[in-house]
């Protein structure tokens, strides 16, 4: 779905392309990623069942997202340690590490 999003590219189930470890964090996308974009003569279709659930994903992640739609640091239960890393770059600990010496002075 990110790569859809992100970088307009739409891999079919049944693709040999593959996402290692390392080009993750977590479940997402690395924020570094460099995508490469290989065209072929192969045109990507879909069929009925896997547009239906292909927009079924988008529209699942904008009601996601706009339950989310606003950053809640003051709340640690809000926001899970993998959004941290997305929105900080910092684990949860590092950021309150962070916060808590910057009050200190």
């Known amino acids: 779905m990110e790569l859809l999003v992100d970088h307009g590219l739409l891999i079919a189930t049944d ?3 593959r996402i290692c470890n390392i080009h ?3 479940d997402h996308l690395r924020h570094d990623l460099k995508v490469s974009r290989v065209f072929s003569k192969n045109i990507c279709s879909l069929s009925e069942n896997e547009t239906s659930l292909l927009l079924s994903e988008l529209l699942d992640g ?3 997202f706009r339950k989310k739609s ?3 640091f ?3 239960s809000y926001l899970t340690d993998e959004d941290y890393e997305v929105w900080t770059g ?3 600990a590092q950021f309150n590490t ?3 010496h910057n009050l200190h002075h």
């Open 15 to 17: 693709s040999n392309c």
């Open 24 to 26: 993750l964090n977590g």
């Open 62 to 64: 904008i009601r996601n």
């Open 70 to 72: 606003c950053l809640n």
């Open 74 to 76: 003051d709340d640690e």
């Open 90 to 92: 910092w684990t949860k």
């Open 98 to 100: 962070f916060l808590l």
